[in-house]
Structures are given as C-alpha cells and as structure tokens.
C-alpha cells in the first residue's frame, strides 16, 4: 500500500517526482473519452521507468497463444488492445541538451495533478538541466468529451536563467510496441507519412486484424505571448510526422506549443475517409484557443458530474476515491456504441488485453443502469446479443450442441480469446452472469419487451448450456456439475461449486418465466421465437427436473453452503492467521500451495449471497459471511465491493467501510501493487455499488425502488442522484434523517427502511 497521492475532493495530486511512482501516477492520471484514452506520459523524452500508452477503442490484436498442452477448443489467441500512436510527443532540446526528466540534475518543484471535475491534466515543473539551463514546464492536456475523436495539448517552456538556442520539435509517432508482446512483435504496418506546413498525418494498419488507425496534427507556437513567424523544420518519416521550431530564448521568456490532433478509425470511417476526417478534426480545433475547446469539454463533464457525483461530507478520503472511480467510469464507457464494451483496464494500460469479461454484467450494469439513459446499460446487452452465434459456436468447440452457448470468459467479437484452461474451460459461471444482466435490466427499468426482443434467445441458449453440463449422479439421486472453477480462482477443477449449480437452475428458472411472459404478452412473437430456435415443447421439462433435483453442497453443523464438495478437507485457517511477510499469496506462494489453502480470492459463495439475497434469511447471510469473509484474501479487485454491500446489510459497519475504502481506494493507494499495469476499471462500478447499494441500501422490492441507509459514522452525510424508471431522484442521507426529491418524473411509490412512502412530483420526503 502506498500513501503519496494528496487528498482532494476534486483533484489527483502528486507533488513531487518519484521515479518508482511513475508508471502508477500514469495509470491514475489516465485520460479517456469512451472512443480512446491516454495514459499520463509526458510529452518530452523521458527514459526513466515508464508504460507508453495510447489506445483506440476497438482496435486489438489477436496475440498468438498456442502451447505444447494444446486441446480441442482452445482459442486461437489471446486479444490484446494496441498501443496506438504517440500523439503527444513534444521533445525539447536545450543547448544540444534534451529534456529528460530522469537524467536532469535538479529538480526544484513537481507537480502533477488530475482535475477531475474538467477532465484536464496538469502538470508543472522547475528543473536544472546537466548543462545548468533551468527551465519551468507547465502543460495542459485533456482528451475530448465534446468533440470524442479529439486531444489537446498546451505545452509551455519557461526560461529561469538561461539565454541561448531552444528546439521543440512536436511530432507523431506509430513506431510503438505493447508491453507485453510476444517476441517483441511490432503490430503496426505503416501506410502513410506527411508533414506539411499544417497538415501532419501519420496512418497504420494492424498487422491480422486490419484495423486502420489515422492521425493528423496541426501545431500552434506563441512566445512571449505574442503570435510567432519562426519558420519550423519539416520531417516525414514512415510511422513519423516530425515538426521542429528552432528560436533562441531568454531569461523570463515563454514559448508556448499548442498541439491539436485528431484520431479517426477504420472502426468508425470508410477506408476513403479516415484521413480526411482526422485532418478535418485537427484544423477545425486549430480555428479555437485551448481554452474555448476545454470550455466545450468541461461543459460535457459538467453535465456528466451532475447526473452522478456522489457526495460525502466529512470524509475527504473517501470523497476523492468515489469520484475518480466515477471519472474514470465514464472515460472508459459512454455507452454510444454498441460494438464496445468495459476492458478491466479500460484505456490506463494493457493488462488483462482490454477485453471483455464478466465483470460488466455483474459490476458494471448496476451502475449504467442508475446514472445514464437506459439506452446505454441496453447496448450493454445488446452488445452480448449480437455475440450469440459466437457463445455457440465456442460452445460447440467444447462438443455442445443443440444451440447451448457458452459465452467466453474473454473476448473482443465474441470469440473465446482466453489462454488459461482452468478459466477457459471451468469458470462458467460468467454464463449465468449473462443471464442475470438481463434480469437485472428488466427489474430495473420495467422494459420487458426486451425479452421478445432479443433477450429470449440468449436466455434459451444459456440454459441450453446448463442442461447439457450438468450431469445425473445415480449415488446421489441428483444433478451435480463436476470439474469447475467459481469466482474463487484459488480452487480449480473442483466438483459442485455452490454458487455455479444455483446460478444454472437460477438461470433455468428465469428462461422458463421469460418464455411464459412473451408467450402471454406476444404470441405472435412467441411462435417466431420458437420456431426460429428450433424449440421443442418437450425442453422445459427437462429443464423442470434439474431444478427440481439440483444437487447443493451444505454443511448442516455450520449452518453455511459449501463453496465446493470437499471445501472443509482443507486446512480452516483464518487470513488473520498469515504471518504479512506471506501477503499477498498470489505473488509470495506457489500455486499447489494457493490451490490447497482454503484461502479464497474474492467472493464465491457470498456472490450468490449478493446476486440473490431475497433467496436466504439473515441468519443464512451472517453465518456465511462470518465463515468466509474471515478466510478471503481479497486479491481480487472485485472482493472488497461484494463484501461491504453484505456488511451494510449485517449491521457490520466497521467491516463494510473497511471494504469500501479497500475497493474505493485500491487503485489510488495501490493495495495489491499492480496499479503501475493499469487501473481496475470494472471494479470501480464495485465501488458505486458498496456505497448506494451498501451505504444507500437501495434496492428493487416487489417491484419498487427501496432504501435501507446506514451511513458510516466517519461520514456526515451522503447524498446521490439516481434513475429509476421515469424518474430522477436525489437521496440525502444524514445520521437522523433521510431526504428524497422526485426531480423529474411523475409520482411514485418508494420503500424507505421498509416503509412505503408515496412520493409526489418535485417532494420532498423526511424521515
């Protein structure tokens, strides 16, 4: 765990330059506007330690994969998302000397910081180069929210004493490579290089994929705050746009760069217009001044901060930690393209390949759901809709049939893209993750013309999975599913993992009430659906029998649900008992040693509790909880969330706000020492949901939006804004009272700590 980042309400702040802090303060500072994203690389050279990253949304490499333990239905690759062009390449060379940060011999003052509420970047230097030139750097950037396809630069040189030849050359660079290429394969063919006086471009081609990446560049230079006539040098290389201003400066004077860059897409533009758009984009921004673009991108945020800041009085730690996760939320996925989804790292670094996993239907959803148009958290769906043919067909590779499909655990099209065969193969869990999207989305907005829409089809293939991978044990007289992985990667290949055989008859259950609910509401559409599925009227009866005859592995002595058949043969220490020197386990002990500890990684059993608590009893929760929890080591980012949402509802609120803060502040104080590889995106949406669903208590009761607050008592207050239906509400959460405003939408009816409350129009509501 770190602690340098200062504590701020609205800004990320590193005051002094650390060099092993580096690659963390890039990945925290990230920018991104849902079409592409900019880890916080400093725009001059830099060879200190450092992850160059620029990405594209959409955009990826089929990495090979192959390996000598190769069996039938292994993918084909692994997805990686491209580092793309460096677009914010501005060298300066002072004297023969080039600025660079880990070589100068001084450094006075630094600071770097993240305004969240503008989306904007800052950051200030004064140095003392070796050959005792001292300059200030100060420089702003942001990537655009208005105008998405767009990222703007203002670079300023200040000298403190010097006078002499100053070269600051502004460029585009796609000679680049990924971090974690296989045999430091370049992905990137070259195509086209200019560099004219206003009109710099550079385009590339991925190697396999073909996407075409097109960047164009127009340049700005003012000294002294004066418009400057200095003649610049041009260079076009074949993955490089070079423009260099050579001028001489002096002591208190100030050459300011401004940058202006468009990046277009073969994803978005015909092959024909990628260049012309990207072009078009940069000499359009070229007409403004920087601060007429930020004004346009600061309103964009603006409008975002209003619908879902979540505000918390008294508490500036936890204040700054649930607003970056929101930002870098919103950076990542803004829900306008239903060809996108939610990478782990969204746009801060390449780990995990900036693919699709489960993480969106479990995490994610919720918090679309509640604080964007329902049109986003649909294409979300939508999204895993249009992958349909692919679930099958990876599910046919495995040998099912009958159109049963597995969704893959990894993937950018649908195809199953991940290289580790005890996730590929056994954590099918994510299937019933699927499923239970769409439950979730149907119970929140109302819209139950999804299911004939698309939902249907998917739910039938999901279960048509299920029907086929559980089998009919004579011994027990009951279905048993054998050789999974649960949430809890820190067992493999086990035998009736709880939480999976309840999500499959769960899923069971919801596919036959969705088809008698098309059939009742759309008949037309029903026999469509039926026919076009190829579904027998016979089908649900075996599917009736599994539920019926579901195999649960329990301990009746402890009170609690086993997270798999043998869970109890193991060794029952508790995460208390670990000597720290040992922490964490996935990077201090081998993996037999992982597998047979009855550590657990993150929640499992316990996640059932989350997805279906109206299923079980209070005194069911507290004695699994208070089994598990104890013996979690919450490795995973996805833990803390589901733990503290289950501890506000226990009344354990120590426990819940240490697991807030654990979630909230995981990337910010780099709790598991991996915040350098990127930050964890999709558990951010875990974070939104331990405070409004843990704190705010919010849920959806017999139909009805309902809230059952406990406020930690660091905390004065807390208060949100939240959609439901056709209504937008505001929560104020106090230690004596809560307060509810219906600010648009008609009058509903609401439980409030079990109560039923009728809400007018516009009303405010006390307890």
Known sequence: MKDYIVKDEWKIIEE???????????????????????????????????????YVAGVYYPDKTRVGWWKNGYPEYFAKVLNSCNWIGINVIVDGESLDLAKVKEVHSFRRELDMKQGLLLRRMDVTLSNGARLEINSRRFVSMHNDELGVIEYSITSKDYNGPIKIESYLDFDVVNQDSNYDENFWDAEQSESEINNHYVQAVTKKTQYTVGVAMQNRLILDENGSDQKSTLTALPKKSIEAFNLDISEGSTVTVYKFVGITSSMNYAAGDIKSKAKHIANQAGNYTFDELLANHTRAWSDIWDMCDIRIEGDVSAQQAIRFNIFQLYQTYTGQDDRLNIGPKGFTGEKYG?????????????????????????????YRYKHLDKAIENAEKLGFTCGAALYPMVTMTGEECHNEWEITFEEIHRNGAIAYAIYDYIRYTGDKSYLAEYGIE?????SRFWTQRVNWSERKGQYVMLGV??????????NNNWYTNYLATWCLEYTMEALNHVNSD?????????????????EVKKWQHIVDNMYYPKDEELGIFLQQDNFLDKELTLVSDLDPKHRPINQKWSWDRILRSCFIKQADVLQGFYFFEDHFDEESHRKNFEFYEPRTVHESSLSPCVHGILASKLGMEDKAYEMYLRTARLDLDDYNNDTEDGCHITSMAGTWLAIIKGFGGQRITEDQLSFSPSLPAQWNSLSFKIKFRKNLLEVKIEKDKTEINNLNGPAMELLLEGSKINLPESNLILT
Not at 522 to 538: C, M, Q, T, V
């Open 16 to 54: 002094r330059y650390v060099p092993e802090h580096n690659q963390i303060t890039e990945s925290l500072l990230s920018l991104g506007n849902g079409k592409m994203g900019q880890r916080a690389n400093f725009e001059e050279t830099y060879s200190g330690p450092t992850l160059q990253g620029s």
């Open 485 to 494: 992985t649960g949430p809890n990667e820190y067992e493999n290949n086990v």
């Open 458 to 462: 998917v739910l039938v293939a999901i």
């Open 354 to 382: 900036g693919s699709t996993y489960w993480d969106t239907e479990a995490y994610c959803l919720p918090f679309y759901l509640s604080t964007a148009n329902e049109e986003v958290a649909k294409n979300l769906l939508i």
């Open 522 to 538: 759309n008949h037309a559409r029903y026999e469509e659906l039926i026919k076009k599925i190829d579904f027998p009227s016979g």
